[in-house]
């Protein structure tokens, strides 16, 4: 069994590693790659056979993924749109689910509603990664982008609260009183039981100032949020999404800076490898699926797939471009029907649909045929939606790249300035030399001066290029290389400035004037 595991997490590992790397050559969604090699390797000797525990899925890869994305919301503009978001996530998710349940419980026959119900709970709710990245590399509207992520946080909880009354209709008889009574338990319970962990995490954090004790209890808060509430048969990614929000808004209180940058870094490649891995867990999944479903006819299962798409697919773009105006609502007026097309089609699938169909009980009937359907809307919604994407932002002319540029460096212009102007009224009170203050008044004036030359395009003044960044931080490497074999400087020395170049390459990686 170790020798399994090990094989098997090196073979994950590789797959990463691969898949990353030929996604930016061949320009293809990475996620394709990651199925594909995740059926590759299971068909290695040793790895063939393996099963994803569903309480491994939900336990294990649900909890991080859904606080990060809770703790990134942008609070302000999710507060304005609370009503767009609210209306996609909540009814459109709904619908989703239902008008998914409907069309495959007549495409498969005896096939139980709550098994279809549990199928139309994984396919609805969307991952905006693909989406959003793509409009903020164009510049498209922030706006869209805002509801995009909004609604995806929010579609998480109401898919799966509903995922969770399909699971306990496959194992009990109920009856529509009790599926209203236990809705509210569910989702109320887990409301209150994040909002009181978050009021107690949020007080504790701030006096821990060790930053490798943030980063450990920023890692157990999604679980300790989650898995309790789930226990208590509470809503566990409402409690996760209510502590992640909460911490996220007060952020900038309960982490130290050093905390911020380090934790930034950690949780980036703890969601790669998260997300990543589901991903390759569904191709190592496929084999044993497809042999499952192959006693089945293929053009109904092609019926069946192609049906359970199509419903996904133009069921949201119907509610888009046809309801939303019908509903009249103030907020929605401004949203033109180029945005609502793009919010329409940007419904890409992923890691959260992925880990709710392979969360399905491993004695539920048809499983196989469930994960089978799921992943060929996660698939078919990555390689058709995804890619024309782009596209489509540029044929609509909802790209505004220059506008988001100008605002980045407005702002860094009144943090500059800010800060020289504190820095003259220390020096007046004498609290600063002014040596001190010169030293520092000419770093903050240069970086003012580079941010106002981007802002005024200036060919008088104009900011530094790239490459000569790049040149003068390569040659300030080699000499600090060049110090450390001569004996002139430590090892400790050499990481420590070699840090402090890594974050200045970084910010200038990221166009920072």
Known sequence: MGDELFILALAIAVAL??????????????????????????????????HVDPDVVLNIFLPPLVYRAAFL?????????????????????????????????????????AAALALGAAVAPTDPVAATSVMKRLGAPRRLVTILEGESLVNDGVALTLFGLALTALTVQVTAAD??????????????????????????????HDASVQIVLSLVTPFVAYIPAEHMGLSGVLATIVVGFYLGV?????????????????????????ESTLFVLLGLQMTDVFAEVADRSWPRLAVAALLVVGVVVLVRLFWTLVVVPLLRFRRFASIDVRQRLVMGWAGMRGAITLAIALSI???????????????????????GQAPTLAPLLRALGLSEGEDLLKEEGTAREATLEAALA??????????????????????????????????????????????????????QREKLHQL??????????????????????????????
């Open 17 to 50: 590693v691969v898949a990353r790397t030929l996604a930016k050559r061949l320009n293809v969604p990475e996620a394709i790659l990651l199925v594909l090699l995740g059926i590759l390797v299971s068909l290695l000797p040793g790895v063939d056979g393996v």
């Open 73 to 113: 919301t942008a609070p302000r503009e999710t507060r304005a749109d609370a009503v767009p978001i609210g209306i996609m996530a909540f009814t459109l998710t709904f619908v989703t689910a239902l008008c998914v349940m409907l069309a495959v419980g007549l495409a498969v026959p005896h096939l139980t509603w």
């Open 179 to 208: 599926v209203v009574i236990d809705l509210l338990q569910v989702v109320a319970g887990g409301i209150l039981y994040g909002f009181a962990l978050a009021w107690v995490i949020g007080r504790v954090r701030p006096l821990i």
């Open 250 to 274: 007060k952020g900038q209180g309960v982490f130290q800076p050093a905390s911020r940058l380090t934790a930034q870094v950690f949780w980036d490649v703890l969601v790669f490898l998260l």
């Open 361 to 383: 009980p491993l004695d539920v009937e048809n499983r196989p045929l469930l994960i089978f359907l799921a992943a060929c809307v996660v698939l078919a919604t990555l390689l």
């Open 422 to 475: 504190r820095l003259d009224a220390l020096a007046a009170d004498d609290r600063v030399d002014e040596h001190t203050a010169e030293v520092y008044r000419q770093l903050f004036e240069l970086r003012l001066d580079r941010v106002r030359a981007v802002l005024d395009d200036s060919e008088e003044s104009p900011a530094p290029k790239g490459w000569l960044r790049k040149e003068l931080i390569k040659a």
């Open 484 to 513: 450390y074999r001569k004996g002139r400087i430590s090892a400790d020395t050499m990481r420590k400035l070699g840090h402090e170049l890594d974050l200045e390459a970084g910010r200038q990686g990221q166009g920072s004037p």
